[in-house]
């Protein structure tokens, strides 16, 4: 039974008609023929979401691996972050736009002023400017309306947090626009002590600025001009080590590039050092306690005994077992909330952009749409990524220069939108994307002790030509599809110095000549398509069938151990879904949408962290052949009394390779990392009108996430794993206090104190340690705000 339009409550209006822009104009959620997850800016509140990473618990089919606290790495169906190495940008399976322009990353700063997020899943290779195979997020700001209005809301909280969020909007009058400024500051200290130096790490300091001017100089003609601005100066996530591989073969030539490597070509270096082999430290100071005996009287330089008998033992250790058990037990005692290292952790940035998006309406049946931007983004980090005294693996800048990273993108998007008839519309349009450093780079690490500095750029351009078309058959019955062609160039190049000397330390793993820069440089153009049937055999059912084609472009491997590891291939996707989208009327609004999907992937691209001698950690990408994703996703809503929403969500997923390709995380069966088969959430929001027009609303949100697989395919049980974990979070409002323009909220997260991995360092196998992000414990605060306009 489809809704019934004389029923006492509309299911838009229990449920909200939340707009969307799938098909790059406005359409309502529900008659858009694709699985979308969107939640509107008052449910970002609702839900207290105010991190990237929260969007794990309230979308399905979508999974967050973090490095780094609040900028998340997006997983949708199965497809992630895509190769993250030296020297190139990361072109993610799954593309974050703001305000319709691709972002490299959604950061702290966002969630303010927001009109939605959208969360599109499966291939976006038609009708969005980046080709993805796994989906797009997209965050869209509020406009300014033609309401003079706006609000300031405090906030505090736990972990001494204290927040203040400001806006106003301004109309001109006579539906000529308005302009809207938006601003938020936040600052919380860090949850996990440095027992060492004392620094809390895990804070959150940021400000961000968003202006809107919107015009309409002339009938059928509007411009919306954006700018934003975001600063973060935090203290820097914490690793939290949970096991160590001392039998972790880190470099096969600790001496590759220094005087000794021409008479000791291969010489392993181990995490400890077992019964038989030589502490690495005895190179530089042989009469160390347990180091081998030399003679003083041989000809034969102190040094290169000790290689010898190094080699006789089996190689180098780079600490001894005792020290690595000890911190590993020291660590445990501790617990997740404590850390000890000496070095102190910082997380600084700025993004900041313009964009400018002008519609001309030159009549009824014909519109055009331009949308150019320009964005730039800076980077300064201090990292301890194996979270020990050992000088393992650390990235700190200790050079003069401001910023260690910095990119600059310019995009130009120009559309076509039109209608022939009522029956048929369509969208044809050119996109140009190109990424620049905004300098020349320079990333200071400590690696094994040595101290070196990553010089990367890296030069990207994207053109395509797209177009898109609806056809309505019958007053029930409409296909739809698209085409467009893709043009990639890439360039890229790396080299590596000491810190101290500027000399070039860069090995290239081919040739074992010092080389600065190894250049690459590669193109890649392929088509992509889809094609959608879709049908509403009764009021408020929406049945649909779709089938897309999606690539990711291919890259390189900087520097490549091997030839034919140079560079890699596109990745490919062949989608195919069916859904259903249905408002019912059973006495009460209910709304159900399910999505099925079935993925083929060819020459899917995956990543395998390897050491390279003098390079540090290198991320080796490679295509291995076939895999198939498949599962479903299932959304609920329903009013069984006025005032009590319940809504929930599941998803089931089936992420594994084809083949089994040795020595990569393609195994045949295994579930891809960071992807659970199982994910559900419950909502449940009870609201209360008073008498003196005000509200009172209680919620109540629950989820719950199964184990996934750890990046290390290799490392034994439990620590390839991550443990599944259940989240509980609460609000109560009082929204209009006795029917003035005040709300008032308390809340709280993780109401349980749930300890659950977001992400880290996974690297047991290949370099021997395994650390960890944890989420965030229980946290609470109030809010208070004050509304005009409204």
């Not at 195979?133 to 965050?139: H, I, P, R, Y």
């Not at 700001?141 to 300031?152: A, I, K, M, Q, T």
């Not at 094609?531 to 069938?545: C, E, F, I, R, S």
Request: proline share 6%; aromatic share 12%.
């Amino acid at each position: 039974m489809a809704q019934d339009a004389d029923s006492g409550i509309s299911n838009s209006e229990a449920f909200g008609d939340i707009v969307v822009i799938a098909r790059r104009r406005e359409e309502a959620l529900q008659e858009v023929p694709l699985a979308i997850t969107a939640l509107s800016g008052d449910a970002l509140k609702e839900k207290s979401v105010q991190s990237v990473e929260q969007l794990r618990d309230v979308a399905p089919g979508v999974n967050i691996g973090a490095q780094k606290r609040d900028e998340a790495q997006f997983y949708i169906r199965g497809q992630g972050p895509g190769v993250i190495n030296a020297g190139q940008r990361n072109f993610s399976s799954v593309a974050t736009y703001f305000a319709e322009v691709p972002i490299p990353v959604a950061g702290p700063g966002i969630f303010f002023d927001l009109q939605s997020v959208q969360v599109l899943k499966g291939p976006q290779g038609t009708l969005f400017g980046r080709n993805t195979t796994g989906g797009a997020v997209l965050f869209e700001p509020n406009r300014p309306s033609d309401d003079f209005e706006g609000l300031v809301r405090a906030t505090v909280g736990n972990y001494d947090r204290y927040g203040l969020e400001a806006m106003v909007n301004v109309p001109f009058g006579n539906d000529f626009g308005g302009i809207r400024v938006a601003g938020q500051v936040e600052r919380r200290d860090g949850f996990t002590k440095n027992i060492i130096s004392g620094q809390k790490l895990d804070g959150r300091a940021y400000e961000s600025m968003r202006v809107s001017l919107l015009l309409r100089p002339g009938e059928g003609i509007e411009n919306l001009l954006i700018g934003d601005y975001s600063s973060r100066d935090a203290s820097g996530s914490s690793a939290i080590p949970r096991a160590f591989n001392t039998d972790a073969a880190i470099s096969p030539n600790v001496l590759q590039g220094t005087p000794l490597d021409p008479f000791f070509p291969n010489v392993p270096m181990y995490l400890g050092t077992g019964t038989s082999r030589v502490s690495i430290a005895c190179l530089s100071a042989p009469m160390a306690p347990g180091c081998p005996a030399f003679d003083p009287t041989s000809p034969v330089p102190v040094p290169v005994q000790i290689v010898g008998q190094a080699l006789a033992g089996g190689g180098f250790g780079f600490a001894p077992d005792a020290v690595i058990n000890g911190l590993l037990a020291q660590q445990q005692a501790i617990g997740i909330r404590k850390i000890a290292y000496a070095g102190r952790n910082y997380n600084r940035a700025q993004n900041y952009g313009i964009t400018n998006k002008t519609t001309w309406e030159i009549t009824d049946n014909l519109t055009i749409k331009n949308i150019i931007a320009w964005r730039g983004q800076r980077t300064d980090e201090g990292n301890d990524y194996d979270g020990t005294v050992l000088p393992l693996i650390a990235q700190f800048n200790v050079t003069t220069q401001d910023w260690q990273f910095g990119q600059d993108q310019f995009t130009e998007e120009f559309q076509i939108q039109g209608s022939l008839g009522n029956s048929f519309n369509y969208i044809v349009g050119y996109y140009h994307e190109k990424s620049k450093p905004a300098f020349d780079p320079a990333i200071p690490s400590s690696t094994f002790g040595s101290f070196n500095t990553r010089l990367v750029t890296n030069t990207d351009t994207s053109d395509a030509l797209f177009a898109h078309a609806e056809f309505d058959i019958t007053d029930t019955l409409q296909v739809s599809g698209g085409f467009r062609y893709t043009w990639d160039k890439r360039k890229a190049s790396l080299a590596q110095v000491s810190t101290a000397t500027g000399a070039c330390v860069l090995v290239n793993p081919q040739s074992g000549a010092v080389q600065c820069p190894i250049e690459y440089e590669a193109k890649f153009s392929e088509p992509t398509y889809d094609a959608t049937l879709q049908w509403k055999p009764m009021d408020g059912v929406l049945l649909y069938g779709a089938y897309r084609r999606g690539f990711k472009s291919g890259g390189f491997n900087l520097p490549a151990p091997r030839a034919d590891l140079q560079s890699f291939d596109p990745e490919y996707v062949d989608d195919f879904e069916v859904g259903l989208k249905a408002d019912w009327d059973i006495g009460v609004p209910l709304r159900t949408n399910l999505a099925v999907f079935y993925d083929k992937y060819k020459d899917q691209q995956i990543t395998v962290p390897v050491a390279i001698a003098t390079t540090g950690i290198a991320s080796v990408a490679q295509n291995v052949g076939k895999a198939t994703n498949k599962g479903f996703e299932f959304e609920t809503s329903i009013v069984p009394i006025e005032g009590l929403t319940l809504s929930g969500w599941v998803s089931y997923l089936d992420a594994s390779s084809d083949i089994t390709l040795p020595g990569t995380p393609a195994i045949k069966g295994r579930q891809t990392a960071y992807q659970p088969k199982w994910k559900y959430s419950l909502t449940g929001r009870y609201a209360i009108p008073m008498n003196d027009g005000g509200e009172i609303a209680f919620q109540g949100d629950f989820s719950y996430q199964a184990k996934v697989n750890s990046p290390d395919f290799a490392a034994p049980p439990p620590i390839n794993q991550f443990p599944s974990y259940e989240i509980l979070n609460a609000r109560i409002e009082w929204n209009r206090i006795g029917g003035s323009n005040i709300d008032a909220a308390m809340f709280a997260t993780n109401i349980t104190k749930e300890k659950y991995i977001t992400g880290g360092y996974p690297l047991y196998s290949q370099i021997g340690f395994d650390s960890v992000i944890y989420g965030e414990p229980r946290m609470y605060g109030l809010s208070l705000t004050y509304n005009w306009g409204r």
